[in-house]
């Protein structure tokens, strides 16, 4: 399975919007979106795959929530911890740096994805794979990341 994996989209739709036909053009089957989210306009874009959001520091009132939700995606406030066809996967932002260290230190995902920085990172630590998409707002370039499940790889694509 690939998943696509995207963040800090800031509200920037056009931004978002580049991002999502790199994600169409890479056959992704599901999205991960790592935070700062920044504003409901972002959420119907991801309509064409289940997508899970997680809060980032930017992401506040009740308004996205309701968007996600009418849209039949979901949302795990500032931290998701799921199954992915049998991956262990851990999603939050990233700003809590401590949260984002222990997350990876306990060895109890195999992909820990997260956003905030706008740096892409790709990287295994221990036997925990550890991607930051980077970012569609404020980076230069703007960057996605994809990764093969099966294979627990990831490449950071520039959109």
Known sequence: MLLGVISDTHGHVHNARAGVRMLESFGVQAVLHCGDVGSTAIVPLFAAWPTRFVYGNCD???ALQL???DAGQTCHGRFDSF???EVKIALLHGDDDRL???TIAEGKHQLVCHGHTHVPRNER?????VVNP???YRADP???AIVDLK???AEIVTV
């Open 60 to 62: 506040h009132g009740q």
């Open 67 to 69: 968007m996600i939700d």
């Open 83 to 85: 199954e992915l066809d």
């Open 100 to 102: 984002l260290r222990c």
């Open 125 to 129: 630590i221990g036997s925990t794979w």
């Open 134 to 136: 980077g970012a569609l």
């Open 142 to 144: 703007h960057t996605i």
């Open 151 to 153: 294979a627990l790889t």
